[in-house]
């Protein structure tokens, strides 16, 4: 049998191995070069593509993915700043709670409206603990989700936040800056969540280089997400994951 997304994140947590994901925004597949960031994702051995925006102007989720999955073999996890990006031809769902955030529509308004659709889709799903933290500058999912976010020198309240989705039962806590974010989460932050939390840390936002991405996995995250940068620059998917991947031989 097909291990699942999410086992495989938790038994490569277990084993220290860290994982690298691309964030495609479907907005921007018809746009940019998509061929060349699967190639250069595929040869790269990246884990994972998320697909997901806070704004989807566009009807081309199911397009975009399709393009992905008809080049390669690398899994599609839709990350959906919405309701509305639902494709079955992902493989997985994040399944989110805004835990950071007290709007109470996205910690459980949404999830009850959607829940039945979801459970009877092909999707696998994934409860996902989602923390926005201050990326420096404002950001699309706090307008959108009319959120603050936790303040980058607020480890304890990230701390916290993180030990409370993983005892309400969440899978996964994926802590972001948010896209584009100026300043992306701090290492001594990633490091206090990373060494209590049992369930896989997923860290994105601002991450621009591959010294930062493995300074995140050296602290502690156990999944690295790159959205933006490498919007602009493809090539910058070979050095990112060669730097997160470098942990998983020694
Ligand atoms: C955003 O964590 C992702 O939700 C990725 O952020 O686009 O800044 O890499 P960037």
Redesign the pocket.
Known sequence: MEISIYERFKSDKAKKKKNFVV?IDPDDVKTQNIQQIVDLAARAEVDCF?MGGSLIMNDTLDYSISQIKEACNIPVVL?PGNSLQLSYRADAMLFLSLISGRNPELLIGKHVETASFLYASPLEIISTGYMLVDGGVPTS?SYMSNTYPIPSNKADIAVCTALAGELIGMKLI?M??????KTPIPTSMIQAVGERLKIPLVI?????TPEKALENVQAGADVI???????KDPSLITDIAAAVHSLNTA
């Open positions: 964030l998320f990350f999912v994926y972001d800056a948010g896209s584009g974010a994105g936002g601002g991450i621009r997400v790159v959205g933006n940068a490498i919007e």
